[in-house]
């Protein structure tokens, strides 16, 4: 966030962005439940500060539903269940609305059987990952979710793009004191916005972040064409970024007999085609394993003790995972959500192209 | 493998690695069922060509065994159980005895759920971590394990080590013509035996691998006290590392109700208390998800088109994850075990302190 400036931002009130999200939606043809399904996914990274993910992916979705890349009314269908494994297929439906059923099942099953892992194909981008464990912490469980992507990643001595950026969370509830652990990663070692955001600004790139047509490492922005797996390169253990790719691709496509990473449309083939995407999401209750008061204590332990290590020269703290999505939620829901000036002029624009009312300024 | 230097090797059988390291653990008080437990999984990383964590660990596990580290016979208990979940008490028995327990219950109960995910407290080192979910791909299942140990790595913007190297493995079963997916990686940048070796050699060390005592990237092993997360560095993202290595302290202590990384007695301190570490396993059915024919193409399909990939220059192909561990195996169970001159001479001391024979050369 801080890599933001933001004196061009000025704040707005999370109802009135949520409205005209839901209108855009409705208007672009999503029944009105489902719109507020995928509306309440934007706006948890918007009130998480999670600013790539939220309102600014408003045309990326309108985008692919005029593409005719998104079925309006899927029909999601159970392809094979067990007391704790379901699959669903999603029927090209909107990811932020196919993902979020199916997290919920997790979450009803999990309740049920003490674990639960559902796995998807046949769907969409499904918003920000960290959502669907943060649901399944909002009833006291654990939870998971990974999705595939388009290729985008570069595997540890190659040279074009075989897998998605594949990223995974992760989050378990808090103590008695302490926020919830939350992890939410791609396998890449930076998000393609972050290469993005260095264009615009006319900035160079670290040297370990993406590589160019031919594969090398490239600092310069406009010359990257993908990324280099977490690690960067074979000292730092890149083949581990590339695996836990691979991993996502398993537990996705592989398990849910969908498509996986290479076989999705990637960025810039201006296809439209539906891209497939899959999905695994999983559910536990944490009192199936232990009692829930010697956890709480546990967890309040671990969080106090990471947040208090010594920091380092130029460094206020050590942050505990999640501390900033938490820190960010706690402005956001008294203060408003902070929209750079860039971001509220392509929602105007939106607004007037389906003329629905603008009222974020 | 190619780090090392081929030429002070000789191969050995594994017959006799085998049988020298049972009658070592019998002769320190493990009783003989128990003893080819262990000796199981620390045969499995010399013929995977894992060198770091097979017959070489004979001494550490001898050690922790001679100075009261370790219960010689464990009652394992369970904590708690549903048709999904199991939480083991290991009484502090060789993590080499209590975790090939846990995985083959969470075996046999993925068998009859669907998914099964098995948490453990009060163990001990538990070998190479990718054993475990590779007993599950065996049986035609998919498997992971977790484990969190001493505190050896540094948090991002912190100056000493508060996590463990908390490693995690998981695979998959592979195609009709492809190996199995396996990945095994530790939350730091590298395992401290990297750094250990250089030492030996008297090499410098990349510069993002370890710290110094003041929490600075040091290229000296010598003043090397602990590891950085895998990514390095801020730029590198080393948060990831960071968030996985907390992620599996809440897989394997919080979920266990035992103790997590910072409150395990950590390397070199000395102490003669049992380490009370924990792991977390988890086992599934592919086909509770998906029809085994279609995932058997699938996974053809991603693996060749992985290895397939255009490899960059310098390099003549690229790997599947889990290759350089497949490969191995496929030379060392023909060709016999390369051990270093060193690790001869290391077994041959341990054999004549426990008044075993020797047979390796």
Redesign the interface.
Same mark, same amino acid.
């Given at each position: 966030m801080a890599e933001t400036d933001m004196t061009a931002r000025s704040r707005v009130a999370p109802d009135a962005m949520r409205a005209l999200m839901e209108r855009l939606f409705v208007r672009a043809g999503i029944p009105a439940d489902d719109a507020a399904t995928a509306v309440a996914v934007l706006m948890f990274s918007d009130m998480h500060a999670i600013d790539s993910h939220g309102i600014p992916r408003m045309r990326m979705y309108l985008n692919a539903i005029a593409d005719g890349r998104v079925n309006l009314h899927p029909k999601i269908s159970v392809? /094979?269940e067990? =007391?704790?494994?379901l699959?669903l297929d999603g029927d090209q439906g909107l990811g932020l609305v196919v993902a979020p059923f199916a997290m919920r099942r997790a979450i009803e099953k999990a309740k049920e059987?003490?674990?639960?892992?559902v796995?998807v194909r046949a769907s969409n981008h499904l918003g920000t990952l960290s959502y669907y464990p943060m649901l399944a912490v909002e009833e006291g469980l654990?939870g998971m979710s990974m999705t595939n992507a388009g290729p985008l990643m570069?595997?540890?001595?190659?040279?074009?793009p075989? !897998?998605g950026t594949n990223p995974f969370s992760?989050a378990?509830p808090g103590g008695n004191h302490s926020d919830p652990?939350l992890?939410d /990663?791609a396998s890449t070692?930076?998000a393609w916005g972050k290469v993005e955001i260095a264009k615009r600004e006319g900035l160079p790139i670290?040297d %370990?972040w993406a590589v160019d047509k031919d594969? &090398?490492f490239t600092t310069d922005p406009n010359t990257a064409v993908a990324l280099a797996p977490?690690?960067?390169d074979y000292?730092? %253990?890149s083949?581990?970024?590339?695996?836990?790719a691979?991993?996502v691709?398993?537990f996705t &496509?592989?398990?849910?007999?969908g498509t996986?990473s290479?076989r999705i449309p990637g960025r810039g083939t201006g296809t439209h085609d539906h891209p497939g995407t899959c999905h695994c999401f999983m559910a536990? %209750?944490?009192d &199936?394993?232990?009692?829930l008061e010697?956890?709480r204590a546990? /967890?309040d332990?671990?969080m106090a003790?990471?947040r208090a290590? =010594? =920091?380092?020269p130029g460094?206020d &703290?050590? !942050?505990?995972?999640g501390q900033p999505e938490f820190d960010g939620y706690r402005d956001r829901s008294v203060n408003g959500v902070p929209l750079h000036q860039s971001v509220r002029d392509d929602i105007r624009a939106l607004a007037e192209e389906y003329d629905v009312p603008y009222d974020l300024d």
């Open positions: 392809v /094979m067990g =007391p704790a494994t699959t059987t003490g674990w639960c892992t796995s654990g570069v595997p540890t001595f190659g040279t074009i075989v !897998l992760v378990f652990f992890l /990663m070692s930076v670290p %370990r594969g &090398a977490l690690g960067s000292a730092g %253990r083949q581990k970024g590339y695996g836990l691979v991993m691709d398993c &496509a592989m398990l849910a007999g996986w290479m536990w %209750r944490i &199936a394993f232990t009692d010697s956890y546990q /967890m332990d671990m003790t990471l290590t =010594p =920091p380092a460094h &703290a050590v !942050l505990a995972p």
